[in-house]
Nanobody
Framework: QVQLVESGGGLVQPGGSLRLSCAAS????????MGWYRQAPGKERELVASITSGGSTNYADSVKGRFTVSRDNAKNTVYLQMNTLKPEDTAVYYC???????????????WGKGTLVTVSS
């Protein structure tokens, strides 16, 4: 009932920038936390950044100062501005939303299918 669609991935050179977007659609009553996760080749999936409905953010130490997560609650969309990209940022980036489809049901996690970010010369 909730679909997440990521966009904005691609190939960039080290030091470059990308802006990822994730739009949630479907039967949505409320979204608590939205976050970005990534999985690099040969590594486990890790939390990159998250943001609450009130705007409180959390970042992985490896991206602090370089990445900025934001959201537009009216559009049910979360963004990840990635600056000063490094080769180690190369990964599939997944959007996550903790949401409920009705006011009286529990919050659940929903996931996008991912968008590939490649940082290479």
């Amino acid at each position: 009932q909730v679909q997440l669609v990521e966009s904005g991935g691609g190939l960039v050179q080290p030091g470059g920038s990308l802006r990822l977007s994730c739009a949630a659609s479907g039967r949505i009553r409320s979204i608590n936390v939205m976050g970005w996760y990534r999985q690099a080749p040969g590594k486990e999936r890790e939390l990159v950044a998250s943001i609450t409905s009130g705007g409180s953010t959390n970042y992985a130490d490896s991206v602090k100062g370089r990445f900025t997560v934001s959201r537009d609650n009216a559009k049910n969309t979360v963004y990840l501005q990635m600056n000063t990209l490094k080769p180690e940022d190369t990964a599939v980036y997944y959007c996550n939303a903790n949401a409920r489809t009705d006011w009286l049901v529990p919050f659940m996690d929903f996931w996008g299918k991912g968008t590939l970010v490649t940082v290479s010369s």
